[in-house]
């Protein structure tokens, strides 16, 4: 499934999910020309007991056969981990890297008939690789995000933003789009839209041969709901070009599901639409006992349903953008999302690596562009506990919070920091976000070390900002319990948990709490990891990674179901 509502009524598309050929490449490796094994699509390759613990290179075939030549087929890949380089027919047609974002490719003038696509994908980790390296989550191999084939014609709909813009309680927004033209000459198009009643009309427009261009029109919308935690109310916008004066048969079209909803600082608030609002969250990762990070949706349902059963409304997609079919059932159940990029613990080395500025832009784009028109979506993260201490690091945040604010200006940026004492880019978020580990790491009661710490941040260029505990938490190993209640035990979890809530909730500029994290999640088997990740495992999940709850969870319905209405501080 690839997303949670029909994306398109004219582009015909289909999924290609199913079973793939597969096999294993050694190095040199060529092109393959035989196949050992097939592997569902989409999946991580270490599901199949011959790849349990396989890093390496991959290639995935899938015959496709081909009804109508098309002017151009397009291939929308939702993630593939790490990096894929997709052949058509035995010719390169496109490469991508990060596992955690889509990209999508375009192969000119195909004939009807009998196809190759083939995906050479690579999970290891090298000089190449600026964000995927060993770390505290486990890289999985494979096509891992479902992967779609659309038909095409002349000029197609690429992308469509949606800005909701609230003024005395009526709505407007800012709807933009992007055509493309994939012919020699130029191409004139109508363009038209529709949302709820309201038709919208962007009239004529002429796409330059080759090339995209970018148009938008700002509209009233008299009479629609706003999106809400008591009624998460979605629309359809559906966009449709024609060929001017055919009105009827439509050349293309893309359908978008929107909300309206405005997010705003107002002081040290978070105002979702006027209201303040409280964010009880968890750090998730995209992990999932034996199917890893290619979760499929009923496994997605169940953590939403799971979340919001401990009372929780929020969540953030540590340490990477999540797949779009998660970020759909958060618009619809309403969980809000502090959705991250991909950059986590990179000390100023790894943020030296050559392809390290390249890898995160891409990244950066990627998410906005592509999760732009999720209500559920409240602000952006960037670089989790990086080196945000030294100079060079500092130009880096600079660099990232401008590109993202440039991409996006409807929502607050922040970035969780570990430099607890030392980070020199707190100025530069809009909310200041602290990863602290008071009672686990170190041995310090959780109000006297986060009132220390918002002492020093006030006098760093946190001041007057509002303040989101972005990860806390401790290790309990799944069934230990014990009266002691001594570190890794389900008890000390819990107690940790309860009086970390306890301090955090109850202060006025902290507008969000995200406990880490929801599950336990596997982690890179290496000598930084050996000794602390037992079972190499995060086991700091107040549910395991089958998701079977730890006493933790009785700490957090206490808080979260208890204390503060649903989503409101007030
Ligand atoms: C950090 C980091 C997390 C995780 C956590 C922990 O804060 O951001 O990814 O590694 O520490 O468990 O120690």
Redesign the pocket.
Known sequence: MIRLFATHEVRPQIELEGLWDFTALDEPAGFPDSFTHTLPVPGCWEQHPDFLTYRGKGAYRKKLHIRHASKALRLEFKGVSHTAEAYFDGSLVGKHYNAYTPFSLIVPDVAAGEHELTVIVDNRFSEESALHITN??YTYGGIIRPVSMERVGFVYIERMEFKPLRAKEKWQADIGMELRCLTEHEYKVSVKAKLGETDIDFGEVIVPSGKSIWISKRVVFPDVLPWSSENPRLYPLEARIFEPGNPVEPLDDLIERVGFREVKLVGRSLHINGEPAFLKGFNRHEDFGVVGSAIPFSLMVKDVELMIEMGANAVRT??YPNDELFLDLCDEKVLYVLEENHA??LGLDRMLNPNFEKQCEDCNREMVNNHYNHPSIVMWGLL??CDSDVEEGREIYKKQYSQIRKLDESRPVTS?T?KLYSDICLDLADIVSF?I?SGWYLDRDPEEHYLDVLRWAEQHGGKDKPVILS?FGAAALYGFREPTRVKWSEERQMDIIDRALEAYMKRPEVIGTFI?QFSDCRVSEGSDWLLSRARTR?N?GVVDDFRRPKLACEAVKKHYLNTRKTDSNE
Do not use: F
């Open positions: 505290d989550y540590s340490h986590r613990g989790n506990e969780a570990h990863n580990y990860e880490w995060n700091k």
